[in-house]
């Protein structure tokens, strides 16, 4: 659905729990949008110390039809753990919260996927509202469902499959995200474009210059045909038993380098377009990507301002780090892979010396 005011709309088809996006300029102040999708009582809002001084007020005006409390964390990756998690939950017992109560995640994709974590496990499942913020939570975290919190050991390793009510993605908020935050946003938009899109892939090679300058009309565009394959993906395959680890690309390489530097130092974004150039020089050493694509994959997420290459971690510390990934199955790491640009696989086939030698060859000098 499109609009004269752009607001723009699709739906999650997941049915008795399908639920709208809208993405668009002013959405924080369009409660009226929320009126079928939450339900009445009690609302915990979210967010942190970042974001709550630019948008809390708005956000709790347009909930102005509902018993509105609010809970304000500190910001950033090295957060998102359980005992951040337990303040949530906290806030939620000692708020009086009851099973008709919603959580309503204000911020990036850490606050969205910690208090969505919280949403999940309080009372055994209440109500989540994303108020995504940054770019990456508009076209990737904020949608499909998927919370939880790092541990040391291993990014995201404590979570729940819990869908929201609804995503209100308010692409006004973009204005004061930071330009390496927002460009950490593109790699997952350039992500969908490798996997399962080569159109969208062209149409983003001709559209960068003006997603980095976040002309309003690319920008809503890249959210809305983002959000619309992960939709896709997430309506085929909610638990990822199958399709759904393609939106993986880049990940298992990229969770490792989140882990090793230390959550925060590399931005979740940053790690994944490193990990996608590895990805891509994997599938090209095992003959499935010429060099021309691979060289094209290079291209654009330089373009973006990403970093096409790791830190100078040892190969065989990547490789243990890998190991923690979500996807290994009977001791096996699964990797997501291109077959060509706009078709990705999984696979458990890639011989661990090529694995070895990718890891060497694609990082930085140390
Ligand atoms: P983030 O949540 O840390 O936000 C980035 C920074 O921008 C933070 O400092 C935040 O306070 C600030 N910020 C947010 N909105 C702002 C705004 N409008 N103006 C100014 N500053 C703003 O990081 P992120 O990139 O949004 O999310 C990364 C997280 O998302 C990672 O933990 C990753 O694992 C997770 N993730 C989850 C999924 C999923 O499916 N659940 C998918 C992708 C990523
Ligand atoms: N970001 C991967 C997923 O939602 O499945």
Not at 254 to 259: F, L, R, T, V
Request: hydrophobic share 50%.
């Amino acid at each position: 659905m499109n609009t004269p005011d752009g607001l723009r709309s699709l739906r999650v088809g997941l049915g008795e729990r399908a639920y709208p996006i809208f993405v668009g300029p002013g959405l924080l102040r369009r409660g009226d949008l929320l009126a079928d999708c939450l339900p009445g009582g009690d609302v915990l809002l979210v967010s942190n110390e970042t974001v709550a001084p630019l948008y809390l007020e708005t956000a709790a005006s347009a909930l102005a039809g509902y018993r509105v409390q609010t809970l304000v964390l500190p910001d950033g990756e090295a957060h998102k753990t359980l005992e951040t998690f337990a303040r949530v939950i906290d806030a939620l017992a000692r708020g009086g919260f009851h099973r008709d109560g919603c959580v309503a995640a204000l911020g990036g994709g850490v606050i969205g996927d910690l208090a969505g974590f919280a949403a999940a496990c309080y009372q055994r499942g209440v109500a989540l509202l994303q108020l995504p913020t940054t770019l990456l939570a508009q076209v990737d975290s904020s949608v499909g469902g998927k919370t939880a919190v790092n541990h040391p050991v291993g990014k995201n390793l404590v979570g729940a499959f819990h869908q929201p009510v609804a995503v209100l993605a308010d692409t006004d908020t973009l204005a004061t995200l930071p330009p390496r935050e927002y460009r950490a946003g593109l790699a997952e938009v350039i992500k969908y474009g490798l996997i399962l899109d080569a159109g969208f892939l062209d149409w983003l090679e001709c559209s960068l210059p003006a997603l980095l300058e976040r002309d309003a009309g690319p920008v809503a565009e890249a959210i809305v045909r983002s959000c619309e394959i992960k939709a896709r993906v997430v309506a085929e395959d909610e638990h990822e038993h199958g399709r759904r680890a393609l939106l993986n690309l880049g990940h298992t390489f990229g969770h490792a380098i989140e882990a090793l530097a230390g959550y925060g130092e590399w931005l979740h974004g940053e790690a994944v377009a490193a990990g996608m150039v590895m990805a891509a020089e994997t599938s090209h050493r095992l003959g499935w990507l010429d060099a021309a694509a691979l060289a094209r994959v290079r291209r654009i997420i330089a373009a973006a301002g990403l970093p096409v290459a790791a830190p100078g971690f040892a190969p065989e510390a990547m490789l243990s780090a890998m190991g923690m990934d979500k996807k290994v199955i009977g001791g096996r790491l699964r990797l997501v892979l291109l077959e060509a640009l706009g078709r990705a696989v999984i696979t458990a086939d890639v011989p661990r010396d090529l694995l070895l030698s990718v890891l060497s060859d694609v990082r930085q000098a140390s």
